[in-house]
């Protein structure tokens, strides 16, 4: 039993219940690939093209599976390019461990090849936890903290392990001695509950409130049931955060989709509208969407108590887990015997739903994006996996994608970052290879991550139950959130040497990978396009060949606004189809035009 230091690690591993470890070979690593290679696919190796995609595809399992991911990366250049990664890792607060070769222990501080300090280098992103293995006996309880406080703590955490430890005798059972510290491989979680008091308190709040919103984050995944009861017991609306969009069925008539820049009229006008604000589960960024300063008293319940009033002022603070928080707090509530807001909220809603099928069919050259991702919604098998990179694919899944109920979808949120929706689908894929995934991609983030990647998809899909892996390219040749964010908060006109993406034949090159590439540049196409993709006897690749034009804008963007985009937009020699879409938008939600 006892091996090398590394085939211990491999074991401990398999104690924790890791199925695979996404990394990246090097010499650094050796002999922990040698004893995963002995281990005979458990934990399975799961090559990547790059350390940045192991360390995405890490915190992909950990986003869809709730259990902690598993990053391998040698020293120098490698642990290095594991950072883009395990930063999102922290951001979204995601369990991640990151196991990282490093020069042998003698060659320390001599500035050795491939030598980097690599506790100064992860000191930020796992600062909660980083290690070295200086000895056999130290293996099993430094990786048994790493796990477990990843776990525990929802971070990323890093053991580094120098070449010569791996290649040492394990110890099979640590001394029971000074210096020499026993562990296990367990964790377990609380229950955590607010006082009484704190309850009723919130109660009172929620009771004395005549037109209630809540913002439903990613923390209020599991209290469904308790969420639509408050709703209907205070006849109040719900928005949800970016990542707390799949918690509920936007086909509610209360609710009213997605908030912030991204989001839609109707949750604009319900947080603008509301006079109380109850948060469940949410840490939102997007402060200027909250309801403005006095209008609304709000009560958050979380079950990490440094975000309760972190984003907004909260009157009555609810530290607890949300759905048994929500259980102990529906009998305090009362029933709102005036549905006047509820009204207000239904007819929001319904028009909102309105202006997102005028927008989606109208016109552009030679593709609406949004009428790409709007059809997509009838397609989605009910079993999906979505995954949604970082730039307009982002704005068009706030608004346009109805997820059947159930469907996990995942992006880069806090950390923002492009290049993770192709990893992110892997990952899922590989956690349950009998469900489709589909990953929205736009050029720019394709080019960044995802044609690497796809090379993975292509080697792998033959060993998968079901081979639909379906991957939309936007592809119109530009930056497109970065080209509008110049107009709207620069007042700049687009810079086509920073913003241009160089054309490339993305259907054409899945088909030479040996997948499907199905090409769409007019309306007509679109829906048999959709069809044929999750028809397919292997992944696919759509190319939607989409119109720049079509602004990403913020849901009732104010006039300032409005005038600094057409600033910029004046500055440009051929943004006359930039402010045809900027007027009808406007128009549609009811703006004065200039």
């Not at 390019?81 to 951001?91: E, I, Q």
């Not at 000074?178 to 296990?184: Q, R």
């Not at 913002?215 to 719900?238: C, K, N």
């Not at 081979?467 to 700049?492: A, I, K, S």
Request: hydrophobic residues 40%.
């Amino acid at each position: 039993m006892s091996g090398t230091v590394a085939d211990a690690l491999v074991r401990r591993l398999r104690a924790w219940d890791v199925p695979r470890v996404f990394g990246y070979a090097g010499d650094g690593i050796d002999p922990v690939l040698a004893a995963l290679h002995r281990a005979g696919g458990d934990p399975e190796f799961v090559p990547t093209r790059h350390e940045e995609m192991a360390a995405f595809m890490a915190t992909g399992h950990a986003k869809y599976t709730g259990q902690v991911g598993v990053c391998l990366a040698t020293q120098g250049p490698g642990a290095i390019h594991l950072l883009n990664g395990l930063y999102d890792a922290k951001l979204d607060r995601r369990p991640v461990v990151a196991i990282v070769g490093q020069v042998v222990s003698t060659a320390l501080g001599t500035g050795y090849l491939q030598e980097v300090d690599l506790h100064a280098l992860f000191k930020d992103v796992c600062g909660q936890y980083s290690q070295t293995v200086f000895a056999p006996e130290q293996l099993p309880v430094l990786l048994d903290n790493a796990m477990r406080t990843a776990i525990s703590e929802r971070v990323p955490t890093c053991l580094i392990v120098p070449h010569d430890v791996q290649r040492a005798d394990a110890v099979d059972e640590p001394p029971h001695t000074h210096g020499v510290v026993p562990s296990s491989a367990v964790v377990a979680r609380p229950r955590v509950l607010p006082h009484q008091d704190d309850l009723r308190g919130a109660a009172d709040v929620l009771n004395a409130g005549r037109k209630v919103a809540l913002l439903v984050g990613r923390g209020a995944a599991g209290a469904e049931r308790e969420i639509t009861r408050v709703v209907e017991v205070l006849g109040a609306g719900v928005t949800a955060s970016l990542v707390g969009k799949p918690v509920l069925s936007e086909d509610a008539p209360w609710h009213t989709g997605v908030m912030g820049h991204l989001g839609t009229t109707a949750s604009a006008e319900l947080m603008s509208g509301c006079d109380t604000l109850l948060i469940v589960g949410s840490n939102d960024p997007w402060t200027e969407f909250y309801p403005g300063p006095g209008q609304a008293r709000a009560v958050q319940i979380d079950i990490e108590a440094r975000v309760v009033g972190s984003k907004y002022p909260v009157e009555a603070p609810l530290v607890g887990d949300t759905t048994e928080t929500l259980r102990a707090l529906l009998p305090l509530l009362r029933r709102n015997p005036d549905r006047r807001w509820e009204q207000r909220v239904l007819t929001s809603v319904a028009r909102w739903r309105r202006i997102a099928e005028q927008r989606a069919q109208t016109p552009a050259d030679p593709l609406n994006p949004e009428l790409v991702v709007h059809e997509l919604s009838g397609h989605l098998p009910p079993d999906v996996r979505v995954a949604v990179d970082v730039g307009s694919a982002t704005y068009w899944f706030a608004r346009h994608l109805a997820l059947p109920v159930g469907v996990p979808a995942h992006t880069s949120s806090y950390l923002a970052s492009m290049g993770c929706a192709l990893p992110y689908g892997l990952a899922a894929k590989l956690d349950a290879p009998d469900r489709p995934v589909v990953a929205l991609v736009g050029d720019g983030a394709m080019q960044m991550n995802g044609l690497p990647e796809l090379i993975t998809v292509a080697d792998r899909w033959r060993t998968w139950a079901d081979p639909r892996f379906v991957v939309l390219v936007l592809h119109n040749r530009d930056l497109n959130e970065v080209t509008w964010e110049q107009r709207e908060m620069e007042g700049d006109p687009r810079f086509p040497t920073s913003q241009r993406v160089p054309d490339f034949p993305y259907a054409a090159y899945a088909e030479l990978l040996g997948l499907r590439g199905i090409r769409v540049d007019s309306p007509e196409q679109v829906g048999k396009a959709w069809h044929e993709a999750f028809h397919a006897d292997r992944p696919v690749v759509v190319e939607a060949i989409v119109d720049p034009a079509v602004p990403l804008l913020a849901p009732h963007l104010p006039d300032e606004k409005a005038d600094t985009i057409r600033q910029g937009l004046d500055q440009e020699p051929d943004g006359d189809a930039e402010r045809e879409h900027l007027r009808r938008q406007r128009a549609d939600e009811g703006h004065r035009q200039p």
